[in-house]
């Protein structure tokens, strides 16, 4: 299966204004995933045009097998040029990066990426190419598991300026910041927020300019069975819950019914653990050889809204999982311990989840799966929904 490829990326608008000026377009392709940052030349509407039309077409390009000096060829002579300041502008870098962990970078007017192996730093040969009047940094390496690559647009190295720090975040002074987090951060997610919120921070919470970061990690992937529902035949019970359980991965059972039917199958008792009930998400259960039993519809609508707003610049990361219950479990195991997200959910209707406004057939669990897929997927999970 070779590596996941864990990528987590986020952006801070320039205070004031309702777009960004930096763009990220991203691809996975058969052989592993394509990233492209653009910086638009200033800030607002003029530079979010910019950075989306660099974006797509060298995304677009490169996708289709386009060479780099064609790719940097056309948006040269594609973009509209700056009334202003007479220049059709904006800046960017590239990524390809592989399943095998092979990279390519190429960097365009933006700060030089960071790059830690086992939590120090790496030095990488850059080739300089000089294509249609652009300078260009080429790089080619290979990274392992554990690996840290980040990419930042130049509000990171702005960031404070004016504010908390006379010259801004110097690029030493982040290399510092993301070499110890590389040591302690298992999975992308987190190194990108821990950097964009310290930005934010000596920015007073108003940034002065875009500021994007990419981070990207190798890991060895991690498959987690979430199965919820009985299936749609009654006889396929026992079929199910042991081929379920000869899987590789963690599994998780979400739902009382469902619960009784692992623990019938495989013989093992079903206990409750009252210690993690809490007002809004009842306790968990416990089943030896399975990795989390939760209830079912309430516990997953719960699940999401963490899942949510972790999201969000507002919510406090940590914050969310005070509590110890059912919900908080799943959601931290979904977000730190799962690279691959295998829902197994059952076609038996239970009326409890029938919504009297919707017709028969709308199933709340099914739209609570389906929102919480679409979530997932957006942190850059593997995840797939099957009926069974």
């Known amino acids: 299966m070779g590596y996941y490829i864990d990528v987590a990326y986020n952006s801070l608008n320039k205070w004031g204004e309702e777009l960004c000026g930096d763009k990220i377009e ?24 910019l950075a989306t039309l660099t974006s797509k077409i060298a995304l677009t390009m490169l ?27 904006s800046t960017f870098t590239i990524i390809k990066a592989q399943n095998n962990g092979a990279i390519y970078v190429a960097e365009c007017d933006n700060p030089p990426f960071f790059i830690y192996e086992d939590g120090k730093d790496r030095t990488i040969y850059k080739d300089k190419k000089i294509i249609n009047g652009k300078t260009i940094y080429e790089s080619q390496f290979r990274m392992y598991e554990g690996d840290l690559l980040t ?61 994007t970061v990419i981070s990207l990690k190798l890991r060895t992937p991690e498959i987690v069975n979430l199965y919820t529902g009985p299936p749609e035949d009654p006889e396929d019970d026992i079929k199910f ?25 495989l013989g093992k008792a079903l206990e409750v653990d009252m210690s993690t009930y809490t007002k809004d998400v009842p306790p968990i259960g416990r089943i030896d050889g399975i990795h989390l039993v939760t209830e079912g519809i309430l516990t997953l609508k719960h699940t999401l809204e963490i899942i949510k707003k972790t999201l969000n610049q507002k919510y406090n990361y940590n914050d969310l999982f005070k509590e110890n219950n059912g919900a908080t479990q799943l959601a931290k195991l ?17 009326p409890a989840h029938q919504s009297p406004m919707f017709p028969v057939d709308f199933n709340i669990k099914v739209g609570v799966l389906t929102e919480l ?6 942190l850059g999970k593997d995840v797939r929904l099957i009926y069974i």
Request: aromatic fraction near 4%; charge should be positive; hydrophobic fraction near 40%.
């Open 26 to 49: 991203m691809a996975k392709t058969k052989e592993g995933v394509i990233i492209v940052l653009a910086d638009g030349l200033g800030s607002g509407v003029k530079a979010n045009i």
């Open 63 to 89: 996708k289709e097998g386009a060479t780099l000096e064609e790719t940097i060829d056309t948006i040269v002579n594609t973009l509209p040029e700056c009334q202003v300041r007479k220049l059709a502008y």
């Open 151 to 211: 990419v930042i647009s130049d509000g990171a190295v702005h960031a404070g300026v004016g504010r908390l720090l006379n010259l801004g975040w110097q690029w030493n002074n982040i290399n510092d910041f993301l070499r110890d987090v590389s040591k302690k951060e298992k999975n992308a997610t987190h190194v990108t927020k821990h950097l964009v919120d310290a930005c934010n921070n000596l920015y007073d919470n108003k940034p002065g300019d875009d500021t």
């Open 241 to 265: 819950v042991r081929q379920l359980t000869r899987r590789g991965g963690k599994v998780v059972i979400s739902g009382g019914t469902t619960a009784n039917i692992v623990s019938r199958v």
């Open 334 to 350: 979904l977000l730190e311990d799962c690279t691959h997200l295998n829902i197994w959910l059952g076609r038996a209707v239970n």
């Open 373 to 378: 897929k679409e979530c997932l997927v957006s």
